[in-house]
């Protein structure tokens, strides 16, 4: 007969989510498995902020996440703030640093942040099972009975944590949508986020070949605004303030750029008034000098500056802090840092994250519809969920 082991929780995910909850749980007194298909542990925390994870945000608030309800995240997040998790940082003698915008970064290496969450599921007697595949999971009177291919396992709660779409090469799956299907619970759809956005063949003509050029722009759609950089691209459109804003923005949609957020266009050019300069001249103090020439010349800007009547300069400076731009798509899960929709979060229970309608079901992570800011949210995220059903258990 085949041995069926038994545990009080099992994880399927060991990624940020799933490891800050079996930790949680496990340190609790709860039998944990953890389960993941994935040869090598914790690869998204290890590509993390260019290799050094950018783990938390000390500025972290709700008003910093998106959901279809923003108010989900508020009890997590309050439970579990950044204070908590700097100080499991410090506590493991990890440094760190703030980067800007109350990002923390390690100071060494992502891995310094896989060895912890590692070593507090150690603490906690967490049992692994990796690589391992999950080939079905079924509920009864008992719990959950999940068959794998490294053997059948129950436990009396299940959570997932496998994430969502972002880099499947790394191994990301709609596992955790399928599972929410197989119970009947709702999603909603799921799209790339923190992404870089492609231009329409037009505008590749007029400034493909800026790729590498970057300027501080402000840039708005759909109720969100990101003061930051924006980056050039050989495929569109990149740097922070865009990976920011696509997650608000929608196909269709148009991209409202602020290119001298920090002045008055119409008192610049109208101090000029007199001045033979051309306009590409005069912004050139403000922005790389062949980003000036290209967005001149494409916007019909190329007189000087006194040959230009005062209705003109007017429409000129209006642009100059709206130049609207839009996007044909994202460039895809394949470079998108978050996927956003999931689990919808009616389904779930906001001090838990289990399932209303299956006792025992536990989602966590980016796998339900929560997803953070760029700079060090949606880690934040996922330890403070993970954290809340690691309580909960
Ligand atoms: C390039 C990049 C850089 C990023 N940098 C930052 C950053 O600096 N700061 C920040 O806050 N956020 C960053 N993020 C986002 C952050 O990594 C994620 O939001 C976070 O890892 C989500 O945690 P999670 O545990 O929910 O999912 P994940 O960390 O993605 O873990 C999911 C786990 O589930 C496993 N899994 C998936 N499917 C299955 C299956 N079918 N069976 C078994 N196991 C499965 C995966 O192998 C994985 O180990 C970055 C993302 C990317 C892609």
């Known amino acids: 007969m085949v041995k069926i082991l038994v545990f009080d929780v099992i994880v399927i995910g060991a990624g940020a989510a799933g490891m800050m909850c079996a930790a949680t749980a496990g340190q609790r007194g709860r039998r944990v498995l953890l389960i993941d298909h994935a040869a090598k542990l914790g690869e998204k925390i290890r590509i993390s902020g260019g290799g050094r994870c950018n783990f938390t945000n000390v500025h972290c608030s709700p008003e910093r996440f998106l959901s279809r309800n923003p108010h989900f995240c508020r009890s997590a997040l309050a439970r579990y703030t950044p204070r908590d998790f700097i100080a499991l940082v410090e506590k493991h003698g990890i440094a760190y640093h703030e980067k800007k915008l109350g990002q923390l970064f390690c100071d060494d290496s992502s891995e310094r942040i896989i060895d912890m969450l590692r070593a507090e599921c150690d603490a906690g007697s967490v049992t692994w099972r990796m690589p391992c595949a999950v080939e079905a999971v079924a509920r009864d009177d008992e719990g959950f009975l999940v068959s794998t291919s490294r053997g059948q396992y129950r436990g009396a709660s299940l959570v997932i944590a496998t994430g969502g779409l972002s880099i499947p090469k790394i191994g990301a799956t709609p596992f955790g949508y399928r599972l929410a299907e197989q119970f009947g619970l709702r999603i909603v759809p799921p799209r790339a986020g ?41 495929r569109g459109l990149s740097g922070p303030a865009i990976l920011q804003i696509s997650s608000y923005w929608q196909p269709g949609d148009a991209l409202h750029i602020d290119l001298l957020p920090d002045a008055s266009a119409e008192a610049l050019l109208f101090e000029q008034r007199r001045s ?41 400076a209006a642009r100059l802090h709206d130049w609207t731009v839009k996007p044909t798509g994202s460039v895809g899960y394949a470079k998108a840092e978050v996927t956003l929709g999931g689990i919808d979060t009616d389904e779930l229970s906001s001090k838990t994250m289990e399932a209303k309608a299956v006792p025992g079901l536990y ?24 954290h809340a059903a690691g309580q909960a258990l």
């Open 194 to 234: 923190l992404v870089p956005l492609a231009f329409d063949v037009n505008e590749m003509k007029l400034y493909g070949d800026l790729a590498g050029v970057s300027l501080d722009v402000a840039v708005s759609c759909n109720g969100g605004r990101f003061r930051e950089n924006l980056l050039f691209t050989h």
């Open 276 to 316: 033979r300069a051309l306009p590409a001249t005069l912004l050139s103090e403000y922005w790389p000098r062949r980003f000036a020439q290209q967005w001149c010349a494409a916007v019909g800007a190329t007189q000087p500056v006194d040959q230009c009547n005062d209705a003109c300069l007017r429409e000129f």
């Open 363 to 386: 989602f966590i992570g980016e796998v339900v519809d929560v997803t953070g800011h760029l700079g060090g949210f949606n880690f934040q995220w996922a330890w403070a969920s993970g």
